[in-house]
């Protein structure tokens, strides 16, 4: 006689797109067996074994597709720059609001200004929004502190709200965003500032996931983030770049031979970065939201990224500056209006290919036995309604390592 399988939560009542290997793999009529927060089983209700459980819930149709994955934002910050949105589209130049003390000086500004409380107030807020989307893993970096205090702070202030609130929070310490006003005649003493220093105290303190930086004209060069890599490489972590977003410096090339985790943005990659991209294996990470928010005109080149089977995400981007986004789905229409992504690349985009970008494709972005329970039922009639729909409702329900969400 065999035994009855247990379980912790059996799900029955809609349609599946699993996800695995970046397609929708649709599972019609299926069911979700969940035992300590993972898969068990998973597959169509009319084969499911009889499990043996005290919580059955039929979702009543829809589709569940894998927890959404936020993979690059910078949702910790002080303050907001709507003031300079209306300012530029009245005229004023970016140097002028830059010289009046705007631009990123006026997010450091604010966010070396607000408390860790006052930081985790307003960010729990953003989060939210992005977890009523359907969002359940967020990555958060830092970059508006620019001194070893304030960066530490913000890198709290993240580690609190993935402690606190029903979403998985992926920490990144982006200190080479920019150079800070005190550093501005000495921006290679800055760098030593993050390798030497606040670098060993976010290793030590375990406050980071991974270490990012901004290379480009107006931030810091190859041969300077080289140096924070081998730092972060040095400490154990894992690095992210933001890459050729507004020229070619060959970013990627870098990022990929530090096997970063993912290169973001790519607007200006050439076909050399995208093959050391593949071959190492880096996610691209596409931010349709700062493209359209500066009204930029140069496409990051997808067909390439096709050609060389470079995994593509998305990702809101969510900053104060130059995409404040609080939407990942539309994001997800976004990459497909925008850039020419179909609506399943895009799902791929914010599920399986979002958590390669993290370091965590062994355990989220597919629905898949032995994977993390994290899953998302929207009440609509096929996947590529997710990317159609601008302004949708919410999901119908959000399952986080098998329980339900409050939104």
């Not at 959404?68 to 910078?74: G, N, P, R, S």
């Not at 009440?379 to 098998?402: C, F, H, N, Q, T």
Request: charged share 20%.
């Amino acid at each position: 006689m065999s035994t009855q399988q247990i379980c912790d939560s059996l799900w029955v009542g809609f349609n599946c797109a699993t996800m695995v290997d970046g397609r929708y793999n649709s599972i019609i009529d299926a069911a979700i067996a969940v035992h300590h927060g993972k898969i068990i089983w998973i597959g169509e209700r009319q084969h499911c074994p009889d499990f043996d459980t005290e919580k059955r819930t039929d979702l009543g149709g829809g589709w569940v597709t894998p927890g959404l994955i936020d993979c690059h934002t910078h949702a910790v910050f002080g303050g907001n720059r709507s003031d300079e949105f209306e300012l530029r589209l009245n005229g004023a130049t970016y140097e002028e609001i830059a010289a009046a003390g705007g631009g990123i000086a006026s997010s450091v500004k604010a966010t070396r200004l607000a408390t860790e409380a006052e930081l985790f107030d307003s960010s729990a807020q953003r989060l939210r929004t992005l977890a009523g989307d359907g969002v359940t893993t967020v990555e958060i970096k830092s970059g508006y502190g620019l001194n070893l205090d304030d960066e530490l702070k913000m890198l709290r202030v993240a580690r609190q709200l993935g402690n606190q609130l029903p979403l998985t929070v992926k920490v990144t310490c982006l200190a080479a965003h920019t150079t800070p006003p005190e550093f501005m005649s000495d921006q290679q003493g800055y760098i030593d500032l993050i390798c030497k220093e606040i670098l060993p105290v976010v290793a030590a303190e375990k406050l980071a996931d991974a270490v990012d930086a901004f290379c480009e004209g107006i931030a810091f060069s190859t041969e300077q983030v080289e140096q924070v890599f081998a730092a972060a490489q040095q400490l154990g972590l894992p690095v992210k770049l933001h890459a050729e977003q507004l020229s070619s410096l060959g970013g990627s090339t870098l990022a990929a031979r530090y096997q970063a985790l993912s290169a973001d943005h790519l607007e200006y990659v050439t076909e050399d970065d995208v093959k050391a991209m593949a071959q190492a294996g880096t996610v691209a990470v596409v931010l349709p939201g700062a493209f359209y928010f500066l009204r930029e005109t140069k496409r990051p080149p997808i067909e390439l990224l096709r050609r060389h089977q470079v995994p593509i995400a998305v990702a809101t981007d969510l900053n104060p500056g130059t995409s404040p986004a609080l939407s990942l789905r539309l994001m997800m229409n976004m990459s497909c209006t925008l850039y020419g992504l179909t609506p399943e690349e895009a799902l791929a985009g914010v599920t399986c290919h979002a958590a390669a970008a993290l370091g965590m494709a062994d355990s989220h972005g597919s629905l898949a036995v032995g994977k993390t329970a994290d899953f998302v039922c929207f009440d609509v009639d096929r996947p590529a309604d997710l990317s159609y729909w601008l302004a949708d409702k919410g999901p119908k329900m959000v399952i986080r390592e098998g329980e339900e969400v409050t939104l």
